[in-house]
């Protein structure tokens, strides 16, 4: 059974590793922090997408909403 601990104690250790490494690229409290993430790039379009919220106010999704009654 020793086989399996030693798996085991290898995977933690690995894990253990893996988070250290990740700690030592996060800037410290004297370095500069990290830049901000971009920003997405939106297209400015006129009707919203099948996903967006409706524009009525229902807080459904346009699909579920308008864009049902919009189709004829």
Known sequence: MS???????????????AKEQYKKNLPGEDDEPLPPPPE??????????????CPCGSGKKYKQCCLKGSKA
């Open 3 to 17: 086989h399996g601990e030693d798996r085991f104690e290898k995977h933690f250790e690995r894990q253990r590793d």
């Open 40 to 53: 997405q790039i939106k297209k400015g379009k006129d009707e919203p997408g099948r996903n967006d919220p």
